[in-house]
């Protein structure tokens, strides 16, 4: 596969998504209650998971 710089793009942008979900997930555990983990965790780390997996696939370095 060729990288290009669409592919690059779409990288940052799941990257973006896995950071958001990340910073939403601690701010409502901070500002409401821990219990926001249970439900924000996983859904952030299958994000970063799917970005992980898509830099890994089309062989994106740091």
Do not use: C, D, H, N
Request: charged share 20%.
């Amino acid at each position: 596969m060729r990288r290009t710089e669409l592919t690059k793009q779409t990288a940052q942008k799941k990257g973006y998504s896995a950071l958001g979900a990340a910073a939403t997930t601690a701010v409502l555990a901070a500002l409401i209650s821990p219990a926001v983990l249970v439900a924000g965790a996983p859904i952030t780390a299958w994000l970063t998971y799917r970005w992980l997996r898509y830099r890994a696939e089309w062989g994106l370095r740091f």
